[in-house]
């Protein structure tokens, strides 16, 4: 399952946090939602629809407090035993009976008792504030950036716990969370993006499926999927097997040379690449990106259709013999 709380700050945020130069940050993080997804009220819960093929959205959203934990404390705050400060002393007061018997009458008693001190913390009432990179109605994926309005302080001496706070406030509603400058713009969280790629000997089908999705549980559609891909990239003799994460994102491919990969994107492909050389740059931009003819043509897309395994060999093969 995806993870929905966090219990420390992650160290990729960390990491990320010491080269950001500005004082002041915002939790935030960039999503790519198919249209398919939206269509299926995936963010029904932050007000996100189609309706009437128009995309609808709110600028920005009180999330609601039944999703979590850090979701009800923004709304409702919470009191806090402070077990780290002296206990403070507060009286108890009863009736006793009088020698004994409450037939003589009761008096009254006060016992002085002892107790943790207790801190009340107002509601933060965050909202996370929601745009899109584009919201034409034909668009088969989606780009969206979610950012908690709370500016943090990297200086203040409680920055810490609130940056906690506010990335449990994404994860809680997005199952994943991230930081930027708070002046940041869309286009500044889309060059931003960081997409880590690991490279290795090709290993079993079952290793490739726990390596794709180490962080929650694959459909059976999506296991079949891998499985058919793991099979073909086999059959092209690869040096490597190429995996890659970025948020929900997950790419899958195979290095048959240092200019020649083979790979896709398991979630939203429908459709697999070959590229001949700035495969890294190439491969994490988006299918209406590279259809574009901006970034070059140093790459050939087939179609999942009859035949596209023999198209894709058959391709590879030409680009082999022209290369030698």
């Not at 409702?76 to 402070?82: A, C, I, L, Q, S």
């Amino acid at each position: 399952m995806l993870k929905k709380n966090l219990r420390k700050i992650p160290t990729n945020v960390r990491t990320k946090l010491s080269k950001i130069n500005s004082r002041y940050i915002v939790a935030g993080c960039l999503i790519t939602y198919s249209r398919e997804a939206l269509l299926n009220e995936e963010l029904k819960h932050l007000g996100v629809k189609f309706e009437n093929d128009e995309i609808k959205k709110p600028n920005e959203i009180i999330p609601h407090s039944d999703r979590g934990k850090y979701s009800n404390i923004n709304i409702f705050g919470y009191e806090e035993k402070r077990k780290d400060l002296p206990k403070e002393t507060y009286p108890v007061t009863f009736e006793a009976p009088n020698w004994g018997d409450s037939y003589n009458g009761t008096h009254e008693v006060t016992w002085i008792r002892e107790r943790y001190q207790v801190e009340s913390h107002s509601p933060r009432l965050s909202e996370i504030k929601i745009e899109f990179l584009d919201t034409s109605p034909n668009l088969e994926n989606y780009t969206i950036k979610f950012e908690v309005s709370e500016v943090l302080d990297k200086e203040s001496d409680n920055f810490d716990d609130r940056l906690l706070e506010c990335l449990n406030l994404l994860q809680e509603n997005l199952y994943q969370c991230g930081i930027e400058a708070a002046d940041s713009t869309i286009t500044d969280y889309v060059e931003s993006i960081q997409l880590s790629w690991e490279i290795l000997p090709p290993g079993t089908k079952e290793e490739a499926i726990q390596r794709l999705f180490r962080d929650t549980k694959p459909t059976k559609e999506q296991e079949n999927i891998v499985g058919d891909r793991y099979d073909f990239l086999l059959k092209l003799k690869p040096t490597k097997l190429i995996y890659g994460n970025s948020g929900f994102q997950r790419y899958f491919g195979a290095l048959i040379r240092e200019d020649l990969v083979v790979f896709e994107n398991i979630r939203y492909g429908n459709a697999i690449y070959i590229m001949h050389e700035n495969w890294e740059e190439l491969s994490v931009r988006s299918r209406l990106e590279l259809l574009s003819g901006r970034f070059g043509n140093n790459f050939e897309r087939v179609i999942h259709r009859a035949g596209w395994k023999k198209k894709a060999r058959n391709i590879i093969k030409g680009f082999l013999v022209s290369n030698n």
